[in-house]
C-alpha cells in the first residue's frame, strides 16, 4: 500500500515565501469601488442584495470572453462540478476518467454522483490527461472524460473530442468531455480558442488561490448546450417549479468583484507568465532540475511553476530540497499534486486495485516553489538563487 505523501515541507514555521500564495487574482481601487457601489446600491429594503442584473453581466462578460454560448455562475467550482456531474444521472457502474494527478474535488464529484472513477496517467510533461493512457482506460461503460487542465499548462482537448467519438457509450453515445479550468482561467488551447470554449461544459473556480477570485469563493460554468444551461439555471436555484434544486448562487458583491477581475484578468496573466518566463530563464542552467515546458503553441497560465528532481531523487530527494529550501531559506514550496488516492481514504477505497505507476514516479519528483507576480524582483532572485544553492546541495548526496 503507498503512502500518504507528505505535500509540504515541515519546517512552514519560519518561512519568507508561503508554500503557494493565498491570493491569486489581487485587487486594484476599482474592485473595491466596484465592492463599495454594490454595498451602497443594496443599502435599501426595495433592492436589497437582489442580483440579478449584477449576475447576468458578469456572466454576459464571461460569455464574450470565453466564446461560450452561455455562462452560469455558481456558489464554487466543486459545487459547479457535481451539477454538471448529477445532470448525466451516471447509473452503477458508469465510469468517468479522470487524470490520476489531480485535485481531489473533481474525483470526490465523481464518486458523490456516482461515477465509478477510473484513471488514467499524466503525460510525463505537462502533467496534463495523456489521451494515449485515457484510450487504454475507455470502455463501454465511459459516461465522460474530466480533463483538468493541470497548473496552466492548458491541455489539447482535440485527442479527447476524437476519442469519445470512436468509443461511444451504446446507449448515451459519445462520452462527455467536462473540462476543469480552475487553475487556467484565461488560458488559450493549441486550437486557438479560450478555455472553456472547448467540450461539453467547462468549470471556473474563483477561490482566493485562483487565477482570478470573487472575494474568496466562486465558480463558473461555461457551455454550449442549450439543455445543461437550462437545467443548471434550475439547479442552482430550487429547481423552478418541477425538479430538485438548492441554492448554489454567487452573491451580488461577488458579481460586481468578479466583473472587475475579468476585465484585469489577461494583464494578472502576462504578470504571472512574465514572471514565470523569468524563472525558467534563471533556472536554466541548473541541469538536475526539468523546467515548465514553454508550449508555444498555447498559452500556459503558470497558475504553478512545476518543477522535476531527477528519477534518482524521486521520494527522498525531493523531499531534502524541499526542506532546504524551507529551513536554509525561507522558502515554501508544495508537491501540487500527488495521485489523489494517494491522499485521500475515500478515493483510495473507491479506486482500490487501479494504480498509475507513472503518475506516482512522477509525483515522487515534482515540487513548486512558491510563484507570484507580485514578489519583488528582489525576491523573485533570492528564490532563485535558494533553489541553485540547494540543488547543488542535494546533488552532493544524491547523483543524480
Ligand atoms: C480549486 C480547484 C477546484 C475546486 O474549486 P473550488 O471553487 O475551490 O470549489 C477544482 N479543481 C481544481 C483543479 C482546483 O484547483
Not at 477581475?261 to 507568465?273: F, H, K, S, T, Y
Request: glycine share 8%.
Amino acid at each position: 500500500m503507498p503512502t500518504n505523501p507528505a505535500t509540504v515541507p515541515h519546517t512552514t514555521h519560519s518561512l519568507r515565501w508561503p508554500v503557494e500564495p493565498a491570493q491569486g487574482g489581487w485587487y486594484t481601487n476599482a474592485e473595491h469601488e466596484a465592492a463599495q457601489k454594490a454595498l451602497t446600491s443594496s443599502d435599501d429594503w426595495r433592492t436589497g442584495w437582489k442580483n440579478t442584473t449584477t449576475t447576468a453581466a458578469f456572466e454576459d462578460a464571461f460569455t464574450s470572453y470565453t466564446g461560450a454560448a452561455f455562462a452560469l455562475t455558481f456558489n464554487s467550482g466543486g459545487t459547479a462540478l457535481e451539477m454538471l456531474l448529477r445532470y448525466l444521472r451516471l447509473e452503477r457502474g458508469d465510469e468517468v476518467v479522470s487524470c490520476a494527478i489531480n485535485f481531489v474535488g473533481p474525483h470526490l464529484a465523481v464518486i458523490n454522483q456516482g461515477g465509478r472513477l477510473i484513471l488514467a496517467e499524466p503525460d510525463p510533461v505537462t502533467l496534463n490527461l495523456d489521451p494515449v493512457d485515457t484510450e487504454r482506460v475507455m470502455s463501454p461503460r465511459t459516461r465522460a472524460i474530466l480533463l483538468t487542465h493541470w497548473n496552466g499548462a492548458t491541455a489539447d482537448l482535440r485527442p479527447f473530442l476524437d476519442l469519445a467519438n470512436r468509443h461511444p457509450h451504446p446507449v448515451h453515445g459519445p462520452p462527455v468531455v467536462i473540462v476543469d479550468a480552475a487553475r487556467a482561467c484565461g488560458g488559450r488551447t493549441p486550437s486557438g480558442m479560450v478555455v472553456g470554449a472547448e467540450g461539453w461544459a467547462t468549470v471556473f473556480s474563483f477561490e482566493s488561490k485562483k487565477l482570478m477570485t470573487t472575494f474568496g469563493q466562486g465558480g463558473m460554468v461555461t457551455t454550449n448546450d442549450p439543455a445543461l444551461a437550462e437545467r443548471l439555471r434550475w439547479m442552482r436555484t430550487y429547481g423552478g417549479r418541477e425538479h430538485w434544486g438548492t441554492n448554489q448562487m454567487l452573491s451580488k458583491i461577488q458579481a460586481a468583484v468578479g466583473l472587475v477581475q475579468l476585465g484585469r484578468l489577461d494583464e494578472m496573466n502576462a504578470a504571472r507568465i512574465h514572471r514565470a518566463h523569468q524563472r525558467t530563464k534563471v533556472l536554466t542552467g541548473i541541469t538536475e532540475l526539468a523546467l515548465p515546458p514553454a508550449l508555444d503553441d498555447r498559452t500556459h497560465v503558470y497558475y504553478r511553476h512545476n518543477l522535476l528532481v531527477p528519477t534518482a531523487w524521486a521520494g527522498a530527494g525531493r523531499d531534502a530540497l524541499m526542506e532546504m529550501l524551507a529551513a536554509r531559506h525561507g522558502v515554501g514550496s508544495i508537491v501540487s499534486d500527488p495521485p489523489t488516492y494517494l491522499g485521500h481514504q475515500l478515493i483510495r477505497a473507491h479506486t482500490a486495485g487501479q494504480d498509475c505507476p507513472r503518475a506516482e514516479r512522477l509525483a515522487a519528483r515534482l515540487l513548486c516553489p512558491c510563484l507570484h507576480p507580485l514578489m519583488s524582483e528582489t525576491d523573485e532572485a533570492t528564490v532563485c538563487d535558494a533553489i541553485r544553492a540547494t540543488t547543488a546541495q542535494v546533488a552532493r548526496t544524491f547523483h543524480a
